[in-house]
């Protein structure tokens, strides 16, 4: 069994790594609520574990949950967003490519 670090170095490196996570999520959430549809968003760099930190201390383990619970909320809606732009994108390429099985578009029934 490995002991735990100790000291506020280690903690604020746990603190410092969490935070990093929370910025990604609350730029994925923005992403997803239209709030910045206008803006520029930079290439993802994926976020990776620093290296060394050792085991989570257990008073961040209730921020660690809630994070992990951001994110998987914010994955599952992302994959419906994209599967409704998916749906949208092909409704439009059939619009567009008069995909509608040859019906017509307008009956005039004055004639």
Not at 6 to 12: L, N, S
Not at 19 to 39: I, M, Y
Not at 82 to 93: C, F, S, W
């Amino acid at each position: 069994m490995s002991v735990q670090p100790v000291g506020a170095g280690f903690h604020a490196a746990w603190v410092l790594a969490l935070e990093a996570l929370d910025v990604e999520v609350a730029a994925a959430e923005a992403l997803l609520s239209g709030e910045h549809a206008t803006q520029q968003f930079p290439t993802p760099d994926p976020w990776r574990p620093p290296v060394g930190l050792g085991p989570l201390p257990l008073d961040l383990r209730p921020r660690a949950d809630a994070t992990l619970t951001r994110q998987l909320a914010t994955a599952h809606a992302l994959g419906q967003a994209m599967l409704g732009n998916r749906q949208h994108a092909a409704l439009g390429d059939r619009i567009e490519a008069g995909g509608d099985g040859g019906r017509p578009a307008y009956v005039d029934c004055l004639s």
